[in-house]
């Protein structure tokens, strides 16, 4: 399987896994966990179709530009890149499936459903980080005291995916996190 096909298919499973849950943020775009004391988990939202950054508001990629991490107003969101959003958008097209058959209505409904999950991002509000740090290579996030497991247990390229970022754009993204943070 290749970099790419790993990475969207761990994706998918993430978001599947992840489910959906009804927010009591105000921030449009965040479904929060409603039991607080899981809130580390982070929450689905609908994937913007660019981020748009304001004052104090930091994107980055990973070392592979498969992942974008960014502090965009409150909230801290982890997506698949543009980049990667349409190898995704091409590799499941529908419209080159051939045949009328259940095969082929069968492709049809996995590629729209993989589409679908992937075109999410994973927010968490800025509120509930506790602390962000750049130590041994990897950024540390703590969110309502814990590490988030979906950050911390994803793997991109061979790497976990808070080691995945270069060391001057992972340290941008702690210090952008910081300062909105101290306001």
């Known amino acids: 399987m290749t970099r790419h096909a ?10 599947a896994a992840c489910g959906r849950h009804e927010s ?26 660019g981020i748009v950054l304001g004052p104090g508001d930091v994107k980055i990629t990973n070392e592979d530009s498969s992942v974008d991490m960014a502090v965009v107003g409150q909230r801290i969101v982890v997506r698949l890149s543009d980049r990667t959003m349409a190898k995704v958008r091409q590799e ?3 419209m080159g499936v051939q045949g009328s058959g259940l095969g ?11 589409a679908s ?7 968490y ?15 540390m996030l703590d969110v309502n005291g814990k590490e ?10 061979g790497k976990k995916l808070m080691e995945s970022f270069r060391p001057d754009d992972a340290a941008l993204f702690v210090a952008a996190v910081n300062a909105k943070k101290a306001k």
Do not use: C
């Not at 965040?30 to 994937?47: L, M, S, V, Y």
């Not at 999950?117 to 927010?123: A, D, I, Y």
């Not at 509000?125 to 950024?139: M, Q, S």
């Open 6 to 15: 790993s990475t969207v298919l761990l994706f998918t499973l993430l978001a």
């Open 24 to 49: 009591p943020n105000p921030e449009p775009g965040i479904n929060a966990d409603a039991n607080p004391g899981t809130r580390d988990q982070g929450a689905i939202g609908h994937r913007d179709s």
């Open 92 to 94: 499941t097209d529908t």
């Open 104 to 114: 082929a209505s069968i492709e049809k409904m996995v590629k729209r459903t993989v």
């Open 117 to 123: 999950t992937l075109g999410q991002q994973f927010e």
């Open 125 to 139: 509000p800025l509120a509930d980080v506790r602390d962000a740090r750049y130590e041994n290579g990897a950024i």
């Open 148 to 157: 988030p497991r979906l950050l911390a247990n994803t793997k991109v390229g």
